[in-house]
Nanobody, 122 residues
Framework: QLQVEESGGGSVRPGESLRLSCTEHIVSSRAMGWFRQAPGKEREFVASITWNGAKTNYSDYAKGRFTLSRVVAQRTVYLQMNNLKPDDTAVYYC?????????????????WGQGTQVTVAS
């Protein structure tokens, strides 16, 4: 079983929405982050959320269009993406902080999901 597992990707048209999910199977809840990587580009930060959902942080391009939330009991984080644009086409990855129960998020090398493809095209 993967320790971090994404789902919910797909193909949509510009202006449509998608909701990505990330479930972590690691002992103790932890802060989570989403990243994306488009073809030929480096992986970039999308958004993050603390272990209890109290704080979120978004990249400039995600603000106002993407919303990150979580259900602690389900160990699942949801990335709601609205008004999608062709530039949002990428593989989206989830990452879990190596430290449990923190009030901030740090990217960890250990807990990456396999990624889920999002394609936005008319």
């Amino acid at each position: 079983q993967l320790q971090v597992e994404e789902s919910g990707g797909g193909s949509v048209r510009p202006g449509e929405s998608l909701r990505l999910s990330c479930t972590e199977h690691i002992v103790s809840s932890r802060a989570m982050g989403w990243f994306r990587q488009a073809p030929g580009k480096e992986r970039e930060f999308v958004a993050s959320i603390t272990w209890n959902g109290a704080k979120t942080n978004y990249s400039d391009y995600a603000k106002g269009r993407f919303t990150l939330s979580r259900v602690v009991a389900q160990r699942t984080v949801y990335l709601q993406m609205n008004n999608l644009k062709p530039d949002d086409t990428a593989v989206y990855y989830c990452n879990a902080d190596a430290r449990p129960l923190t009030d901030d998020y740090r990217t960890s090398a250990d807990y990456w999901g396999q990624g889920t493809q999002v394609t936005v095209a008319s």
